[in-house]
């Protein structure tokens, strides 16, 4: 279990439940600061999950143990303290040591695509290769109106 916040996460909302239907059902358990389901770009659909910010500690336990498993528009939801996000550069130091140039294909260890197996003088791209002669489109008549 997550060290205990002020913020829970909630995983598992119905697509078919907005915001204030989201801010009523957490708002069952006590005073809420900030709710708002995750979106992606401002569209108008979220991703089907979200965060309740509640003005006490004590509030943010009872809804992690009352509202998860429970039915929030016709689905369970799940629902756990946060996780305190790190600073951009702890994350970026993080994003930097998971792409680390070992973990990465090298690019001479495979061929290109678009070339046979042969060594570097011979290789000859598929493109430069002769290409089929084509038939030339039909062309349309005119629409009779």
């Known amino acids: ?20 239907q ?9 005073p ?15 991703l089907g999950y979200g965060f309740v910010t509640y003005a006490l500690l004590d509030d943010a336990k009872r809804a992690v143990e009352t509202m998860d498993g429970k039915q929030v528009g016709g689905r369970a939801v ?4 946060a996780k305190q996000r790190g600073t951009l550069e702890e994350r970026r130091k993080r994003a930097g ?15 290109p695509k678009d070339t046979d197996e042969a060594t570097p003088s011979e290789k ?7 290409k089929q002669p084509t038939q ?9 109106a």
């Open 1 to 20: 279990m997550a060290t205990p916040s002020i913020t829970v996460f909630v995983k598992g909302v119905s697509f078919d439940v907005d915001d204030k």
């Open 124 to 130: 000859v791209p598929k493109s430069a290769a002769p």
């Open 97 to 111: 040591e998971t792409a680390s140039p070992s973990a990465a294909p090298s690019i001479a260890a495979a061929p």
């Open 78 to 81: 799940s629902v756990s303290f």
């Open 22 to 30: 989201f801010e009523e059902a957490f708002a069952e358990v006590g």
């Open 136 to 144: 030339p489109r039909p062309k349309l008549g005119k629409l009779s």
């Open 32 to 46: 809420i600061r900030t709710v708002f389901l995750v979106r992606k770009n401002n569209v108008a659909r979220h």
